[in-house]
């Protein structure tokens, strides 16, 4: 099964409102990633966490290390943020494994 | 500016050909990355390396053999290309993990389309 999976695989969202995804892991995770996947293919780094919290401008990104699992809360969306989200999740040796990402669409 | 840089970026080959992929960072990285991204799949890892010469197997290292010769370059093999491979392949590269920041950077992907 998926040792990185995220949740839900696709979202809409009105501009201005306030959403939140999740990531689930089933391996030990010492870090997580966020990253962006912009409409053009390029790949942007968001949050880098070990166990604890993180805030930029309308981004939020949580890491809970002892109950396996990631958030990352977007508030007051604009059309920009629109893309694929992809959490990240670094395993012990330095291997990084990649969820399935979570297609977000923002409306006007 | 650091970087990493993918060659070539679209690529077309038959079934049974050989195809290399190439990744060059600048980033002065210890850890090299080679990933497939498949709709469904999100990002998977194939191969990856912390150092010339080293080489670890990721999740789906079937039909791919991988090279890191120098501390910049990393390359991707395909020796018996099959149409199951085709695919957009991304590469990265990470530096120290004591760090508050990610520096993990990706390259702009190769297209490769095995007929």
């Known amino acids: 099964g998926d040792k990185v999976k995220q949740s839900p695989s696709a979202l809409s969202l009105q501009e201005g409102t306030n959403s939140a995804l999740r990531c689930n892991f089933s391996i030990a995770a010492t870090t997580v990633q966020w990253f962006l996947q912009n409409p053009r293919g390029s790949l942007i780094n968001l949050f880098y966490l070990v166990p604890g919290t993180k805030e930029n401008g309308r981004l939020k990104s949580t890491f809970n290390s002892k109950e396996s699992y990631s958030t990352l809360h977007i508030r007051d969306a604009q059309l920009e943020d629109s893309g694929t989200y992809f959490c990240?999740?670094?395993?012990?040796?330095?291997?990084?494994?990649f969820g399935s990402g979570t297609r977000l669409l923002v409306s006007p | 500016e650091a970087a990493v840089t993918q060659s070539p970026r679209n690529k077309v080959t038959v079934t049974g050909g050989n195809v290399t992929l190439s990744c060059r960072q600048t980033?002065?990285?210890?850890?090299m990355y080679w990933y497939r991204q498949d709709t469904g799949h999100g990002l998977r890892l194939i191969h990856y390396s912390y150092g010339a010469g080293n080489l670890q197997i990721g999740d789906v290292p079937d039909g791919y053999k991988a090279t890191r010769t120098t501390q910049e370059d990393f390359f991707l093999l395909l020796e018996l290309a099959s149409p199951s491979q085709t695919s957009l392949y991304f590469c990265?590269?990470?530096?120290?993990?004591?760090?508050?920041?990610?520096?993990?950077?990706f390259g702009s992907g190769t297209r490769l389309l095995v007929i």
């Open positions: 990240a999740a670094e395993t012990g040796g330095y291997k990084v494994v």
């Open positions: 980033n002065s990285h210890n850890y």
């Open positions: 990265a590269s990470s530096g120290s993990r004591d760090r508050e920041n990610s520096d993990y950077t």
